[in-house]
């Protein structure tokens, strides 16, 4: 990217690079890599990453919350199976309860 003094006079270096930073958070939503989105704004993955990282990290954060709320209202809706998935993944349930005292060895006689 160009860089500026002061005064705001060009300091020389490259052109400015001036990309829509909405189409950046919509392709990070939708969880294209780095490198996907770079090839689509037609920059390299370096200069992406440098210049526009917090709108990479805007989009994926938009992205899994919109994924999370869908999942929720499937879950609403009565869908057993992402019920669940939601109770293994947030409430920590398992298929198998873990009874930690059925690892303890049985008592031993001679």
Do not use: Y
């Not at 992205?63 to 869908?79: D, H, I, M, P, T």
Request: net charge positive.
């Amino acid at each position: 990217m160009t860089t500026t003094d002061k005064s705001g006079k060009n300091k020389g270096g490259r052109p400015a690079i001036r990309l829509d930073t909405d189409i950046i958070e919509n392709l990070a939503a939708i969880h294209c890599t780095n490198r996907e989105i770079a090839e689509v704004m037609g920059v390299s993955v370096d200069t992406l990453q440098r210049n526009f990282p917090s709108f990479l990290t805007k989009g994926k954060a938009q992205g899994k919350v919109k994924l999370r709320r869908l999942q929720w209202q499937l879950a609403s809706e009565g869908n057993a199976t992402m019920q669940i998935w939601l109770g293994k993944n947030i409430l920590k349930q398992k298929d198998q309860p873990f009874d930690p005292e059925d690892t303890q060895p049985l008592p031993w006689t001679d």
